[in-house]
């Protein structure tokens, strides 16, 4: 799939209380029923976030993306430099 179903994906989960409490309860259950390509769903379902960068997810949306997920700034720039996990 493209990039644009990720990113829409995750501007929903950080903007919409319902859709992030849904994703926090039970991420699984919205990556099901989305357009994701096993990739994707992999490394969003993984909060990868260098994955999630090196696959174009933009960092106004994938910084507070994991700032949901308690990644501290210093952590999240050592992903996304390195494109891989913390």
């Not at 309860?25 to 989305?34: D, L, M, N, W």
């Not at 949901?68 to 996990?85: D, F, M, T």
């Amino acid at each position: 799939m493209s990039v644009y179903a990720l990113q829409k994906l995750i501007r929903e989960i950080n903007r919409n209380p319902d859709m992030r409490a849904r994703f926090l309860q039970s991420p699984q259950s919205i990556v099901t029923g989305s357009e994701l390509s096993a990739e994707e769903a992999a490394a969003l379902l993984a909060k990868d976030f260098g994955a999630l960068y090196r696959l174009g997810v933009h960092g106004l949306l994938l910084r507070p993306f994991s700032i949901l997920h308690g990644q501290s700034e210093p952590e999240y720039l050592v992903a996304i430099r390195a494109g891989g996990p913390v």
